[in-house]
């Protein structure tokens, strides 16, 4: 079984700095995918950068990178020039593939979270 | 509009009452799943089911049943041997093949015990 760690419960930042989350999670698995989610007070879970094992790269989307230690099960969220939008909860989250060619996938293994709040 | 919609949004159960919280796709998915959220955690996986008509039970089943009859729905009861079912309920679809398994979710069900 996978387990995801994020050892931050809360952080809080000023607008326009930046900010790093963190996650570790432990498995066997070779074949995964990892993922940041955003959750706002609204509630919805808003997918906010992937990563796939595989690849040595790290992802990024426009403000939102990520720091991925493969050997060392980490998966940190760097988060540029930080905006009062950003204020919400942050999951990272773990995919194992069923296989690595044929797609499919079991569910998300989640961290608990990391309450980011953003101060204007 | 492509998307996920759960409902209701808000959902009352009394003791010893089965509840079905409803959850439509009409992004053509093929894989569809339900999760549950605690306060203060992180989402645990209910059910999941990759194609129509089978489905597999995820870390947190028991009380809880699911059937896919159609591809764009998901339906998830929430049955009187559920002892704590006070939670959001969170149900997300996903494709199916290579590199297309990212996780798209609803907006969520609130679920509350009488």
């Known amino acids: ?120 | 509009d492509g998307g996920i919609t759960q409902s209701p949004k808000y959902l009352f159960r009394k003791e010893g009452q089965n509840v079905t919280l409803s959850c439509e796709q009409n992004l053509n998915h093929d894989a569809m799943y339900w999760y549950r959220q605690d306060p203060g955690q992180g989402l645990r996986l209910i059910y999941y089911s990759q194609i129509v008509n089978d489905f597999q039970k995820g870390d947190i089943a028991e009380g809880y049943s699911v059937s896919r009859e159609k591809k764009e729905s998901f339906p998830l009861t929430v049955t009187s041997a559920q002892k704590n079912p006070t939670a959001f309920y969170l149900c997300a679809s996903s494709e199916w093949g290579p590199y297309q398994e990212t996780q798209y979710f609803g907006p969520g069900t609130r679920l509350l015990v009488l």
């Open chain 1, 1 to 120: 079984a996978q387990t995801v760690t994020q050892s931050q419960p809360e952080m809080s930042v000023q607008e326009a700095e930046t900010v790093t989350l963190s996650c570790t999670y432990d498995t066997s698995e070779n074949n995964y995918y990892l993922f940041w989610y955003k959750q706002p007070p609204s509630r919805q879970m808003i997918l906010v950068i992937r990563q796939e094992a595989y690849k040595q790269q790290n992802a990024t989307e426009n403000r939102f990178s990520v720091n991925f230690q493969k050997a060392a099960k980490s998966f940190s969220l760097k988060i540029s020039d930080s905006q009062l939008g950003d204020t919400a909860m942050y999951f990272c989250a773990f995919m194992k593939l069923q296989s690595y060619s044929g797609g499919g996938a079991d569910g998300l293994t989640f961290g608990k979270g990391t309450h980011l709040i953003i101060q204007p």
